[in-house]
């Protein structure tokens, strides 16, 4: 079965280096300032002429409150006001991107992450929808993939309802950890009883899918109480599941300078929870999807997974990989085509951009043949746990071997270990090698050797 996973301590204790998460392939880390709108309106035309279909990624910045394992792109203010200035420099690049795409593009796919996107106002929630459908060809008949990022403590009844009014069909709810000492000391105070309210009024209101995002590894979790966190997570029924490792990085991300290192659990701790949690999911019918995803069998991504049709981008796993992505506001990131590109990252430089009605492109990469051919080659693996050599060859009119000569050594110590089968036309990923499948990847990227491994989180 796809979602079988063996848990083998020493392979992953050998096995658990640094590296990306590949949600592109070249990475974030290899975009550079040399790439900008010139570059992203030519993407544009291409997309406009190939009437491809549209996934749109909004980001908005602001949070109340600071969890200080946070490392996302975010805006810390209590000052509600602080968001109509920067919707009016989002509505103004929203409206200088769609005029280079065509009206005919669907949207099949929306995401408004952040930060809070609630943080915004049921005024200014409206007001920002509604400028996305005067400009871009959002559907109406609720068959696209609109989904929105919820932190239950911003969240009521009343927004549910709005957000399923505005077209929204998945929620993602942050939850994290469920023990009040773990909260306390990650300064995220949010009860058991705030998300189930969130999770029964999308239920009620028909919202298609449910996501709940756990973190393990943060101070004063043990295995004892983290086990009972996904117990109490098991009994709300998400249709998915993200359970991410913490990295903590003090040095890139000041709010986590605030946790206490002492307080961390150790490392055989983690594993522990890790190997936990599988066992109480696994019981409880999820399946693995990979890169610490899980999901019921009847979920969109598991049916994927077992047609072999899923597939990985700047919003994890997805149905909707053919899609370009256009991603709007501070930090956001498109994929169009073969390029990368992403918005300066810093507010007042993307206000003051667009305040000059110029596109806040500050960075980005064109794939050349060889990132094309190792992006599939990733995908394919990371998504299926498998990869057909000939599959590759057809597609890029190559000797899979010949071209890949100089990793076999490396890939036959993997196979030695039992990680993957390496045959003669094709590898596959082995139950004990799927939650290391980040490693087999890396085997096959080019740039990792030039890269400081510190920028990236441990694969378990």
């Avoid at 998460?21 to 997309?47: C, E, I, K, W």
């Avoid at 008949?141 to 989904?147: E, K, P, Q």
Wanted: glycine share 6%; net charge negative; charged share 20%.
């Amino acid at each position: 079965m796809l979602d079988a996973i063996r848990w083998d301590t020493d392979l992953i204790r050998r096995y658990d280096l640094a590296g990306p998460r590949y949600t592109s392939y070249p990475t974030a880390v290899q975009f550079n300032s040399q790439v900008g709108t010139f570059d992203l309106f030519h993407a544009m035309r291409d997309s406009r002429k190939a009437l491809r279909p549209l996934s749109l990624y909004v980001h908005v910045p602001f949070c109340a409150n600071i969890c200080y394992y946070c490392a996302c792109n975010k805006v810390i203010t209590k000052d509600r006001g602080r968001a109509q200035p920067y919707l009016q420099r989002l509505e103004q690049e929203i409206q200088l991107i769609a005029c280079h795409l065509e009206p005919a593009q669907k949207v099949e796919q929306l995401h408004f992450g952040g930060g809070t996107p609630t943080f915004l106002s049921h005024d200014e929630l409206r007001q920002l929808m509604a400028h996305l459908r005067k400009h871009f060809n959002l559907l109406d008949d609720d068959s696209g993939d609109y989904g929105i990022e919820i932190d239950p403590r911003e969240a009521d009844w009343s927004t549910m309802g709005l957000l399923r009014e505005l077209g929204f069909n998945r929620v993602s709810i942050g939850l994290q950890d469920l023990d009040p000492a773990v909260q306390r000391a990650v300064n995220r105070l949010q009860s058991l009883e705030e998300t189930r309210a969130v999770i029964d009024a999308a239920r009620t209101l028909q919202f298609r899918s449910i996501n709940i995002d756990l973190i393990y590894g943060l101070p004063k979790q043990t295995p004892e109480n983290f086990a009972r966190t996904v117990e109490e997570v098991i009994s709300l029924q998400p249709d998915r599941l993200s359970v991410f490792n913490y990295a903590h990085l003090p040095e890139r991300f000041m709010p986590q300078r605030r946790i206490n290192s002492h307080e961390l659990p150790s490392p055989a701790q983690k594993l522990e929870m890790l190997q936990r949690t599988i066992e109480q999911l696994t019981a409880a019918g999820y399946r693995y999807i990979g890169m610490d995803h899980f999901a019921l069998p009847d979920d969109e991504l598991a049916i994927a997974q077992e047609e072999q049709t899923l597939q990985r981008n700047f919003q994890g796993y997805t149905t909707h990989g053919h899609c370009d992505l256009i991603g709007l506001g501070v930090s956001a990131i498109s994929q169009i085509g073969d390029l990368y590109c992403q918005n300066n990252s810093d507010l007042n430089q993307y206000q003051n951009t667009l305040a000059a009605a110029q596109l806040a492109t500050s960075r980005g990469l064109v794939c050349n043949a060889d990132d094309r051919l190792r992006r599939a080659v990733i995908q394919q693996l990371i998504c299926n746990f498998s990869l057909e050599f000939a599959e590759i060859e057809q597609a890029f009119n190559i000797d899979f071997q010949g071209y890949f000569g100089a990793l076999w050594p490396q890939l036959q110590g993997m196979a030695n270990d039992g990680l993957i089968n390496l045959e003669r036309e094709r590898i596959e990923v082995l139950p004990a090698g799927r939650l290391l499948v980040r490693s087999v990847c890396m085997v096959f990227d080019a740039y990792l050797e030039q890269q400081n491994r510190q920028r990236f989180s441990r694969v378990i």
